[in-house]
């Protein structure tokens, strides 16, 4: 057994004694914090502890005498061996033959002593517990407690809520001020019936306050909770985290401070009519009826008020772009001329992109952990490469290139499949329906409200007629200096409401990963932006933001039609347009080698 597996066994070891003392059955790790954020700080990644699995995805469960782990198909693979030689079964989301968490529990728990399952309420949705207690009930008559962190008694040396200092976000990269955030949301607050609300979304918070922080890896945010009332807002931080310029800058926004651990009190002492709730995002410790007042359950208007960026916004993102750009082709070229020479791996070629990318101007922090998998890796659709996994580039192949930064004035995400020397013609045709998929998305135009759901087969549509597709979504918003993924609003397989408006950011990353062999990926952030009004209403389209050429070497021509080749054509005559101008004369020249028009 290896030092991991034995440190998960006696983890396990301990906390099923704990779950015996409490009487309960099995016990429940989601991959969340209080504010249901996706990536977490270290104090709640309690499922990567009890599991060893560390993907951002995923669902832990154990009881007495079992354990799963539930996640989805970027990280299959990954999982699977991570997972190996603990008790943990691997249970794919998603796929027909697996039981859901509580079909598994009811099977699992047939012939326990207790019927009570924990969770720690304060690490799940409202919405989701409610669900989830109602699912537990149908499948095996189980019970849910949600009033135990059992991690503390159990996480010996786990760590503390993150101390990091906050700081100010400029006007001058927010474009709107805390006083015109907060009128518009007491606004959308009132007209839902509301006289406060409850914000626990730890972007929202930042994006409220022009506020930013260090607590999560790669995203610009502070671990605090915000109360909204008519007229006062109070921030509920550790008193450590904040300095003199930005308590200053507090008071005199009208923001009251209070601390952190104060939220319940506070919670339990609010004596407003109403507050709004959102089941979606706040968790089900501090969704509880508490106080004097009437919960009303509806969605935060943040999250959309901070999906449509403002003309500040927009112009930081370009320009933010623009810096990126050049960071990536100064990357690529290096790229081409080292491969052949032999000493280039999956890590080195990581830690240059970020050289790269540290040395341009407002650079703050890559936007997550770039993922750089050279040809079998590259199926793994989320592999990131580490010491024992890291392999060596050879000059044949393909190697995916998925990254992104974050910038004062904009957050970045990237991906590249690029050639490194020959291919199979099945990589070339991969590529090219990829491609063929991510043309068709970007050149798309619309009517404005249409759902992201309703967008999604159109990047799809050449992988379906040759019996291809891929199961992750084709694209996201991305925040401004704030979370590279971001609501409410996605282009994706599954039901997704959210209408696509003027000033929303999305990706399109269409992908295909054949197991084992390689798999190809090619992504831009778009912008939408107007497209036409005609008596049928109006019509919207995508601007690239994006500035990075696409490698032409794999494309099979012939499979592209004339305005695919236009539009591949136009998006490189723009691309060499604004680059040019910022890149010295050998990397110029490279770039206009790149980004020739296609015949």
Not at 6 to 25: D, P
Not at 56 to 70: E, I
Not at 120 to 133: F, H, Q, V
Not at 377 to 406: C, F, R
Request: charged letters at 25%.
């Amino acid at each position: 057994m290896t030092d991991t597996q034995n440190t998960i066994a006696t983890r396990l070891a301990a906390l099923r004694e704990e779950m015996q003392r409490e009487g309960l059955s099995a016990f429940i790790f989601p991959s969340a914090d209080p504010h249901m954020s996706e990536y977490v700080p270290e104090r709640w990644e309690g499922r990567k502890w009890i599991s060893g699995f560390d993907g951002s995805a995923g669902t832990a469960v154990v009881t007495l005498r079992s354990a799963a782990l539930w996640t989805d198909s970027r990280y299959f693979i990954a999982a699977e061996q991570q997972l190996e030689g603990t008790e943990f079964q691997l249970m794919r989301e998603r796929m027909e033959s697996t039981p859901s968490i509580a079909d598994w529990l009811a099977r699992e728990l047939q012939d326990a002593d207790s019927t009570e399952v924990g969770i720690d309420g304060m690490c799940i949705a409202k919405g989701e517990a409610e669900g989830l207690k109602a699912e537990l009930r149908h499948a095996g008559g189980l019970t849910l407690r949600t009033n135990l962190d059992i991690l503390n008694r159990v996480w010996t040396d786990r760590p503390p809520v993150p101390l990091n200092k906050v700081e100010i976000h400029p006007l001058e990269y927010a474009g709107e001020s805390v006083a015109e955030k907060l009128c518009r949301i007491r606004t959308e607050m009132r007209r839902a019936g509301a006289s406060c609300m409850l914000v626990t979304q730890l972007d929202d918070i930042a994006w409220t306050l022009n506020l930013r922080g260090t607590d999560v890896h790669c995203t610009p945010v502070f671990v605090a909770w915000l109360i909204v009332g008519e007229e006062s807002a109070t921030l509920y931080i550790k008193e450590e985290k904040l300095t003199p310029d930005v308590v200053d800058y507090l008071h005199a926004e009208g923001v009251a401070i209070d601390e952190y651990d104060n939220i319940i009190a506070a919670l339990n002492d609010c004596d407003a009519p109403t507050m709004l709730i959102d089941p979606s995002t706040v968790n089900s410790t501090l969704a509880q009826p508490r106080g004097n007042y009437t919960v009303v359950s509806a969605p935060s208007p943040i999250p959309t008020m901070k999906a449509v960026k403002n003309h500040t916004e927009r112009e930081g993102f370009r320009r933010a772009m623009e810096r990126d750009g050049v960071a990536m082709v100064q990357f690529l070229k290096w790229l081409e001329e080292a491969v052949p020479k032999g000493s280039e791996t999956e890590l080195t070629a990581s830690a240059k992109l970020y050289q790269l990318r540290a040395g341009q101007p407002k650079f703050r922090d890559i936007s997550f952990d770039t993922i750089a998998a050279y040809a079998d890796h590259a199926a793994i659709v989320h592999y990131e490469p580490t010491p024992l996994t890291d392999v060596k580039l050879e000059p044949k192949g393909l190697l995916l290139l998925d990254s992104g930064a974050q910038y004062s004035d904009g957050t970045t995400d990237i991906t590249r499949t690029i050639a490194l020397g020959d291919v199979t013609d099945r990589e070339r045709r991969v590529y090219t329906l990829v491609l063929k998929g991510h043309l068709a998305l970007q050149n798309l135009c619309f009517p404005r409200s249409a759902s992201g759901t309703q967008l999604d087969a159109v990047a799809r549509t050449a992988m379906w007629r040759e019996g291809m597709n891929f199961m992750h979504g084709t694209g996201h918003g991305v925040g401004s200096y704030l979370s590279v993924h971001e609501g409410p609003h996605q282009i994706r397989q599954e039901y997704r409401g959210a209408p696509m408006v003027e000033g929303m950011t999305v990706t399109d990353e269409p992908g295909l990963y054949l197991d084992g062999r390689f798999g190809v990926r090619i992504e831009n952030t778009l912008l939408t932006v107007p497209y036409v009004t005609t008596e049928f209403g109006r019509f919207l389209r995508f601007e690239p933001l994006t500035l990075c050429p696409i490698d032409t070497k794999p494309i099979i021509s012939s499979m592209l039609s004339d305005e695919e080749r236009q539009c591949l054509n136009a998006y490189h005559a723009m691309v060499y347009e604004r680059l040019a101008p910022l890149l010295d004369e050998e990397h110029r020249e490279w770039l206009a080698n790149k980004t020739k028009a296609m015949e």
